[in-house]
C-alpha cells in the first residue's frame, strides 16, 4: 500500500517536473538580453573549440600530400606534423607531440595582447596539412618520407611566394628535412637554435660509430646539416645548459658548425634585452630558421619531453625573447621534442609549447616573405 503510494507520488512529482515552463526572462534583469524561445533557430558551425578536426587552432585543414588534392591548394604557411621519435638518445614519446601540440593549441584565437596582432586574421592563408606519412620501422625511410613530404608542401605556390612550413614534432632529428626544403628554395640559412643540448655532436661520437643510421640522430643532425652546406656559420644556440661529452673537441665542433652559444644562466646577466640583441646581432640580415626543442624550457616549464635539463628558461621568457624577434626574416620554424606521454595532467607542456607555436606563427606573419 505505502509502495504504492510512494510510486504515484514519484510518477506525478516527474510528470509535474516534465511540464515546467521556465518564464520568458532574462536570466539578469536590465541586460538587454533577448530570451530564446522555443522556436528561434540556434547554429552549430562556429564558435566552438571542441567540434570539428583538432586542427592547429581550428585553422582550416588541408591534404598537402596527395597529388588530386594538393594541386589546387594555395596556401602562405602551412602547419606539417612530423610524428618521429626514434632518434632519440633518451626517452621516447615524441611521435605523439604533432597531436599534443594541437590539443593545446584549442582555444588559441584572437589578439595578441603584447604585440595587438592576430595571426588567424592577417593577410596570410594558415592551413594544416596534418601529419607526413612516416613508418615507424625504418628511420632511413621515415626520414626520406619527410623529405618528400616538406618538398611537396613547399611546392604550392601562391601570390609569387614559396610557402613557409611551422614543424610540430617529433624528436629534434626531423629538423634535418625541414631544413634541407628550406635551402631548395632559399640556400643556407642561420639557425637560431634554442635548446638545453647542442646537437652538433659529430656521429663518431653520438651513435658510437657503429652505423651511418645510427649515426643520424636527435644530437647530430646540425653537424650533418652543415656537413651538407645547409646552414650558415651565422647561427647560434639559446638556452645551452647540458652536459658536452668532451669538454673541449665538443665545443670546437661547434663553432665548425657555425655556431655562438648563449648558455641558459647568460639571461641572469644579459637580460631579455641582451639576449635578443645578441640573437640578431649574429644572424644579421640573413634569412633565418628558427628551431625550438621544448627542453630549452624548464622542466617545471615542460616535463613532457625526452631530454628534459634542470636549469631552463620559463615560458614567459621564451616567449618574451620570440616576440623581440620580430623583423628578423624566418623563413621556417619548429618546436618539437613534446612527449605528451610525460606531461601533467594539466597539460603543461604542450599548452606551452601550443603558444611558443603561435609566436613564431606571428614571426612569420610580421615579416612576409619574397622568394629568393
Same mark, same amino acid.
Not at 530570451?35 to 592547429?56: A, C, K, M, Y
Not at 669538454?247 to 641558459?264: H, M, Q, T, V, Y
Given at each position: 500500500?505505502?509502495?504504492?503510494?510512494?510510486?504515484?507520488?514519484?510518477?506525478?512529482?516527474?510528470?509535474?517536473?516534465?511540464?515546467?515552463?521556465?518564464?520568458?526572462?532574462?536570466?539578469?534583469?536590465?541586460?538587454?538580453?533577448?530570451? /530564446?524561445?522555443?522556436? %528561434?533557430?540556434?547554429?552549430? +558551425?562556429?564558435? *566552438? =573549440?571542441?567540434?570539428?578536426?583538432? !586542427?592547429?587552432?581550428?585553422?582550416?585543414?588541408?591534404?598537402?600530400?596527395?597529388?588530386?588534392?594538393?594541386?589546387?591548394?594555395?596556401?602562405?604557411?602551412?602547419?606539417?606534423?612530423?610524428?618521429?621519435?626514434?632518434?632519440?638518445?633518451?626517452?621516447?614519446?615524441?611521435?605523439?607531440?604533432?597531436?599534443?601540440?594541437?590539443?593545446?593549441?584549442?582555444?588559441?584565437?584572437?589578439?595578441?595582447?603584447?604585440?595587438?596582432?592576430?595571426?588567424?586574421?592577417?593577410?596570410?592563408?594558415?592551413?594544416?596539412?596534418?601529419?607526413?606519412?612516416?613508418?615507424?620501422?625504418?628511420?632511413?625511410?621515415? /626520414?626520406?618520407?619527410? %623529405?618528400?613530404?616538406?618538398? +611537396?608542401?613547399? *611546392? =604550392?605556390?601562391?601570390?609569387?611566394? !614559396?610557402?613557409?612550413?611551422?614543424?610540430?614534432?617529433?624528436?629534434?632529428?626531423?629538423?634535418?628535412?625541414?631544413?634541407?626544403?628550406?635551402?631548395?628554395?632559399?640556400?643556407?640559412?642561420?639557425?637560431?637554435?634554442?635548446?638545453?643540448?647542442?646537437?652538433?655532436?659529430?656521429?663518431?661520437?653520438?651513435?658510437?660509430?657503429?652505423?651511418?643510421?645510427?649515426?643520424?640522430?636527435?644530437?647530430?643532425?646540425?653537424?650533418?646539416?652543415?656537413?651538407?652546406?645547409?646552414?650558415?656559420?651565422?647561427?647560434?644556440?639559446?638556452?645551452?645548459?647540458?652536459?658536452?661529452?668532451?669538454?673541449?673537441?665538443?665545443?670546437?665542433? %661547434?663553432?665548425?658548425?657555425?655556431?655562438?652559444?648563449?648558455?641558459?644562466?647568460?639571461?641572469?646577466?644579459?637580460?631579455?634585452?641582451?639576449?635578443?640583441?645578441?640573437?640578431?646581432?649574429?644572424?644579421?640580415?640573413?634569412?633565418?630558421?628558427?628551431?625550438?626543442?621544448?627542453?630549452?624550457?624548464?622542466?617545471?616549464?615542460?616535463?613532457?619531453?625526452?631530454?628534459?635539463?634542470?636549469?631552463?628558461?620559463?615560458?614567459?621568457?621564451?616567449?618574451?625573447?620570440?616576440?623581440?624577434?620580430?623583423?628578423?626574416?624566418?623563413?621556417?620554424?619548429?618546436?618539437?621534442?613534446?612527449?605528451?606521454?610525460?606531461?601533467?595532467?594539466?597539460?603543461?607542456?604542450?599548452?606551452?609549447?601550443?603558444?611558443?607555436?603561435?609566436?613564431?606563427?606571428?614571426?612569420?606573419?610580421?615579416?612576409?616573405?619574397?622568394?629568393?
Amino acid at each position: 500500500m505505502y509502495i504504492y503510494k510512494l510510486f504515484a507520488l514519484l510518477g506525478i512529482s516527474s510528470a509535474i517536473a516534465r511540464d515546467i515552463v521556465f518564464p520568458p526572462v532574462a536570466g539578469i534583469q536590465a541586460s538587454g538580453q533577448i530570451p /530564446l524561445g522555443t522556436n %528561434d533557430p540556434v547554429e552549430i +558551425v562556429t564558435n *566552438s =573549440q571542441f567540434s570539428g578536426l583538432t !586542427t592547429f587552432a581550428h585553422i582550416p585543414y588541408a591534404n598537402c600530400f596527395a597529388d588530386d588534392e594538393a594541386k589546387p591548394l594555395t596556401y602562405d604557411i602551412a602547419i606539417l606534423g612530423a610524428p618521429f621519435d626514434t632518434g632519440v638518445t633518451a626517452r621516447p614519446g615524441a611521435r605523439y607531440g604533432p597531436g599534443g601540440i594541437r590539443l593545446g593549441s584549442r582555444r588559441l584565437k584572437g589578439w595578441n595582447i603584447y604585440t595587438g596582432e592576430n595571426v588567424f586574421e592577417s593577410w596570410a592563408k594558415l592551413v594544416d596539412c596534418r601529419d607526413a606519412p612516416l613508418t615507424w620501422l625504418d628511420n632511413t625511410v621515415a /626520414l626520406k618520407q619527410l %623529405d618528400l613530404a616538406h618538398k +611537396v608542401s613547399l *611546392s =604550392q605556390l601562391t601570390l609569387s611566394r !614559396t610557402p613557409r612550413i611551422l614543424s610540430l614534432g617529433g624528436d629534434h632529428t626531423t629538423t634535418l628535412p625541414a631544413l634541407r626544403s628550406t635551402y631548395e628554395k632559399w640556400g643556407p640559412v642561420s639557425v637560431i637554435h634554442f635548446d638545453s643540448h647542442i646537437d652538433t655532436w659529430d656521429p663518431e661520437v653520438l651513435g658510437g660509430g657503429i652505423s651511418h643510421y645510427a649515426g643520424v640522430n636527435h644530437g647530430t643532425f646540425l653537424h650533418i646539416a652543415h656537413e651538407e652546406g645547409l646552414i650558415r656559420n651565422t647561427s647560434v644556440h639559446v638556452g645551452i645548459r647540458a652536459p658536452v661529452i668532451h669538454p673541449k673537441g665538443d665545443l670546437r665542433n %661547434d663553432i665548425r658548425c657555425g655556431f655562438e652559444i648563449i648558455k641558459a644562466r647568460d639571461l641572469d646577466r644579459f637580460g631579455i634585452d641582451g639576449v635578443i640583441e645578441n640573437i640578431k646581432s649574429r644572424v644579421g640580415d640573413s634569412r633565418v630558421y628558427i628551431s625550438v626543442d621544448i627542453d630549452v624550457l624548464d622542466p617545471a616549464y615542460a616535463p613532457a619531453t625526452g631530454t628534459a635539463e634542470p636549469g631552463g628558461f620559463t615560458t614567459r621568457e621564451l616567449l618574451s625573447i620570440l616576440d623581440g624577434l620580430r623583423g628578423v626574416p624566418v623563413i621556417g620554424a619548429d618546436v618539437v621534442e613534446v612527449a605528451p606521454i610525460y606531461d601533467t595532467t594539466a597539460e603543461t607542456t604542450t599548452l606551452a609549447a601550443a603558444e611558443v607555436a603561435h609566436s613564431l606563427l606571428c614571426l612569420m606573419v610580421t615579416n612576409p616573405m619574397k622568394d629568393k
